[in-house]
């Protein structure tokens, strides 16, 4: 588990578009938050994606960077880049089980072949620019996910009130 206030692992990933991405070079002006999914397979992920695709502008209006990404292998993580409406989104793929479990994310096997022989339940961390946690929801299953609203409003609250991250104890 890791602990509000205190570093987060690396991660470095390619994208979807066929570039890469590294947290470590990642400049937001405040925070960036990932959101680690469960793969092509999830349709409540691809709901949660699109509806992030739609909030863009807001998290960057609040100096936020965004980034998803899963287990997924290339192929999988390209078709649903193809097929579900998030374009705008930076996401990767081919993270490793050995990331996922530094990250505390939960791992599951398949259930049906739809599903890859593993992958990662959902979770969402907020970082600073510094490359401490902020927040993070972890789960273990694919419902209940944070509401983007509410992760908005919670960064407004953040910002005016200069609120300490807590529960680093």
Known sequence: MILPKNNIPNLDLNLINDTQWSLVKQNAPNYTLIVFYRGLHCP???????????????FTERGVHLFAASMDSEKRAKK??????????????????????????????????????????????LIDNKQKLYFSSVQTMP???????????????????????????
């Not at 409540?44 to 807001?58: F, N, S, W």
């Not at 880049?81 to 705008?88: H, L, P, S, V």
């Not at 409003?153 to 104890?169: H, L, M, T």
């Open 44 to 58: 409540v992920c691809k709901k949660y994606l699109e509806e992030l695709t739609t909030k863009i502008e807001d």
């Open 143 to 169: 419902f209940a996910r944070p509401n983007f609203k509410d992760v908005l409003n919670a960064i407004d609250f953040i910002q005016k009130e200069d609120y300490p991250a807590r529960g680093g104890k």
């Open 80 to 125: 649903a880049g193809e097929e579900w409406d998030i374009a705008k989104l930076p996401v990767g793929y081919e993270m490793t089980e050995e990331k996922a479990r530094e990250w505390g994310l939960y791992i599951s096997e398949a259930i049906s072949d739809k599903e890859p022989k593993l992958f990662s339940e959902p979770g969402l961390f």
